[in-house]
């Protein structure tokens, strides 16, 4: 099974949750400005699932999706941008280019997901980045990333979640506490056995929350507002519902939105 799987596809099933990514960039959106946005810039899209999901959400949105990787847009082109209708493969553009350096229209809201900017390990570079997003975006523009932690995001662990089909493992292989610099693996395994191992790697910085603003705040921007996901009472896990807050709970594990003005 592991040999016909398609990582791309096996990926968004177990991370991606383009809906409920729409749908909060929309309600931040419109809390800022009073209106709901059309022109969106997906940085380091990959698959560029949510560049898909904002074009299908209403008939006057535009996307531009951002990635340094010819092979995974390629894949974007043949599978979500192929599904689309002509209308909204019209809306929507992939640029082959790297975030730091990529100057496409001025755009109202720039996201970052999946923690993908921590492959900036040098603060002076996370701050080009910003830099480079503060100058992309309109007056009333907004940029949202992610952002992870909690008591067991410096540790090397490995946990596993059942998908429909196989199993989703994240691996945190190693941390350096003196750099903060952590080696992340996805691997995949199924029901007969068969193994995906590494499907993904990612060399990153952890940044703290507290870091990731003071240098946002360096590069331009004025505010910033994190949102805090609350806690199911049934499970005790997260209950997809981010709102603003000053203060988080102590935790194994969080993921929590940071909203940039
Ligand atoms: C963790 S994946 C994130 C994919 C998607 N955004 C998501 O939410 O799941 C990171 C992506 O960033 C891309 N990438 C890494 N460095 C980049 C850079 N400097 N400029 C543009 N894309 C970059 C990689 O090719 C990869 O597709």
């Excluded at 059309?38 to 699932?49: A, K, V, Y």
């Excluded at 830099?131 to 940029?143: A, D």
């Excluded at 003196?178 to 080696?183: H, K």
């Amino acid at each position: 099974m592991a040999a016909r799987a398609d990582r791309h596809a096996l990926y968004e099933q177990a991370v991606q949750g383009p809906e409920a990514e729409v749908g909060f960039i929309d309600r931040v959106y419109k809390k800022s400005y009073g209106r709901v946005p059309t022109l969106l810039r997906e940085d380091f899209c990959g698959t560029s699932i949510a560049a898909c999901e904002w074009v299908r959400r209403r008939r006057g949105n535009r996307a531009i999706g951002v990635d340094l990787d010819s092979q995974v847009l390629e894949w974007a082109e043949g599978h979500n941008i192929a599904s689309l209708t002509a209308d909204q493969r019209s809306r929507i553009t992939l640029l082959n280019e790297d975030v730091l350096q990529v100057r496409p229209e001025p755009v109202q809201v720039i996201t970052a997901m999946n923690f993908s900017y921590m492959t900036f390990k040098e603060r002076s570079v996370l701050r080009s980045y910003f830099r480079q997003v503060r100058e992309g975006l309109q007056p009333e523009g907004l940029f949202i990333c992610d952002c992870y932690g909690g008591t067991e995001a410096q540790d090397t662990i490995e946990e596993d979640r059942a998908c429909d089909g196989f199993t989703y493992i994240w691996e945190q292989a190693d941390f350096n506490p003196v750099t903060n610099e952590t080696l992340c693996h996805i691997h995949f395994t199924f029901p007969d056995g068969s193994k995906m191992k590494r499907a993904f790697t990612y060399d990153w910085r952890l940044w703290s929350i507290a870091e990731i603003r003071e240098i946002a705040h360096e590069a331009g921007f004025s505010q910033s507002t994190v949102y805090w996901e609350g806690t199911d009472s049934d499970t005790d896990e997260g209950n997809g519902v981010f709102r603003p807050t000053t203060k988080g709970e102590v935790c194994a594990g969080w993921v929590s939105y940071i909203v940039f003005e």
